[in-house]
Structures are given as structure tokens and as C-alpha cells.
């Protein structure tokens, strides 16, 4: 990897990890200011603002036709989000002896992440570069969205209004420059599948997927050192059900195609739909039920992204 690989990575990265934070604050205060309801807020600005630097990559990936990359991507992220952030998370906690609970209103949420992996599986199966595919994808979204609603009328978290100065100016500029760290994250990935010769897969699933991820591990850390394991676990939920569901959509929304061959995806899958489970039957075992943080799940997840990254490469 040359110098300059290495620099469009690096700065890549780093300017994801300030301007997704960024953009995420001020799109929650322009809402705010705005009028816009607090389910809005969270079900969609927030969302977006986790999701947006593997939907950028993704839609530069799928403009170039390397649609196998934004594959890798989605899956990619997703598992790290559980893996390496939910298990960064569990070490936290447990080294700093506390306990670990969640709430009976994250029951429903688990229900709609499983449902949407087994989906993300189902459309790589039959062509995940289709526009029916997409289309199906998208469908499924605004049902989840939909059912959010549904389940949060009257009981929503409120916002507190802001007097920043030059929000919309600032909101413009967080965007443009996630813009520009999504570009060099992707022009970094391509020089490495020109000169290295890595194959698209095993680029996407780490190259691009962990450097999107970093805003969620950052984030992860910082509530986990505060002790707010439910606010970690409500996010990576949301952010793995906006991957699948809406990122995975972009390659048959841009008419992006390549040669898929469905077996060597299996594996990878695999994974997924492992950590997910755990994730979820972990979440849903502590509900109401403090218990210090688990080091064996923590451990274990950490095995399965790191079995995860062989199977990538091999």
C-alpha cells in the first residue's frame, strides 16, 4: 500500500469520525428548530446520521460499479457493530464492574433486527443488485419506521431546543465534509484493489466497514464509560437495521451490477446471523434482570469478527 493509499485512508477515517458526530448534532438541533416530532428525530435524522458514512461509501462504490464492495459493506459493518462494538462494550462494563440491563420496550426492536438479517440474507440469496430487490428493501424500511410509531405514540424522548448560531450553514458544512471523508475512504479502498489486488469483497468488509464504523465505536465507548448500555444497544439496533435495509438498496437504485457468486457469501452470513442472535437472546435474557457484564460473551464476540475477517480474505 503506497503513501498515498495510506493518506486517503487515514484522512478518510478521521474526517468520518468528526463530521458523522457533527452531522448527527446538528441535524437533531435543525429538527428541533424546525418542527419536527421527536419520533422523526430519532427514527430518522439520528439514524441517518449513524448510517451515513456506509450509505456514501456504498453509493461512490456502487457509481464505480464495484457493487460487491457495498456487499461487503453492509455485512461488514453490521458485524462489527455487534463483534467489535457490543463486545468493546460488554469489556468496558465488565473491567469497570457494573451491571448490565435493558428495558421490555427493547423486546420489539430485537424482533425487526432478526427479521431484517434474515432479510439482508434472503435478497444476496436470490440478487441483491436488482431493482425488485431494492424495492423490497426499501418497502421493509418504512414498515419498521412505521411500526417505531406505532409503538413510541406517547411515549417519545423530547429534544431540547438550541440557540446555535449558523445551524443550517454548519448542518451543510458536516455533510459536505462526510462527503469528502466517505470519498477518500472509497478512493483508498480502490487503490488498494488496483495495486494489492485484494479481492472486493474482503476491501469492503474491512477497509470500508470499519472506517464507517468508527463513529458507532466512538459513540459506544464514550456511553458505555457513562454506564448508558441501553442507549449503546438501541443504537447499534437501529444503525444494523438501516445498513441492511437501506444502504444494502443503493446498488439496484444506481443500476450498479457485477458477477455474484452466492456460496462464497454463506459463510459471512453465517456470522451475522450468529452474533445477531446472541446479541439479541443476550439483550433479551437481561431484560429487567441487572447482571454484571459478560466477559464470556464479550470474548466471544471478538472471536466470531476475527473468524469473520479470515472468512473474508479466504
Not at 31 to 40: E, N
Not at 153 to 182: C, H, M, P, R, W
Not at 283 to 302: D, E, H, V, Y
Request: with cysteine; proline share 3%.
Amino acid at each position: 500500500m503506497n503513501i498515498l493509499t495510506f493518506l486517503y485512508i487515514t484522512a478518510g477515517i478521521g474526517l468520518v469520525w468528526i463530521s458523522a458526530q457533527k452531522l448527527e448534532k446538528y441535524s437533531v438541533l435543525a429538527s428541533v428548530r424546525y418542527g419536527m416530532s421527536p419520533f422523526l428525530i430519532g427514527s430518522t435524522v439520528i439514524a441517518f446520521g449513524t448510517s451515513a458514512p456506509e450509505m456514501l461509501t456504498s453509493l461512490f462504490a456502487a457509481f464505480e460499479n464495484k457493487a460487491v464492495m457495498v456487499v461487503g459493506n453492509v455485512i461488514g459493518s453490521n458485524v462489527a457493530n455487534i463483534a467489535l462494538v457490543f463486545g468493546l462494550t460488554l469489556g468496558v462494563l465488565f473491567f469497570k464492574k457494573e451491571d448490565f440491563s435493558s428495558k421490555p420496550e427493547i423486546s420489539l426492536n430485537l424482533i425487526i433486527l432478526i427479521f431484517s438479517t434474515l432479510l439482508v440474507w434472503i435478497v444476496i440469496a436470490l440478487n441483491p443488485f436488482n431493482i425488485y430487490s431494492s424495492i423490497v428493501l426499501l418497502l421493509a424500511l418504512l414498515l419498521v419506521i412505521v411500526i417505531w410509531y406505532k409503538s413510541n405514540a406517547g411515549n417519545e424522548t423530547q429534544f431540547e431546543e438550541s440557540d446555535e448560531k449558523y445551524l443550517f450553514l454548519k448542518l451543510l458544512a458536516s455533510l459536505a465534509s462526510l462527503v469528502i471523508a466517505a470519498w477518500l475512504i472509497t478512493k483508498g479502498a480502490f487503490n488498494i484493489l488496483e495495486t494489492i489486488g485484494i479481492g472486493e469483497l474482503f476491501v469492503g468488509f474491512t477497509v470500508l466497514a470499519i472506517g464507517t464504523s468508527l463513529p458507532e465505536i466512538a459513540a459506544a465507548l464514550a456511553l458505555a464509560a457513562k454506564g448508558r448500555n441501553e442507549a449503546v444497544a438501541g443504537t447499534l439496533i437501529g444503525s444494523n437495521i438501516f445498513n441492511g435495509l437501506l444502504v444494502l438498496a443503493i446498488p439496484g437504485i444506481v443500476g450498479s451490477s457485477a458477477l455474484f457468486n452466492y456460496p462464497q457469501w454463506v459463510p459471512l452470513l453465517t456470522v451475522l446471523l450468529i452474533v445477531t442472535v446472541i446479541f439479541c437472546l443476550y439483550l433479551f435474557l437481561r431484560i429487567n434482570k441487572p447482571k454484571r457484564a459478560s466477559l464470556g460473551i464479550c470474548i466471544l464476540l471478538f472471536i466470531s469478527y476475527f473468524l469473520s475477517l479470515s472468512l473474508a480474505y479466504s
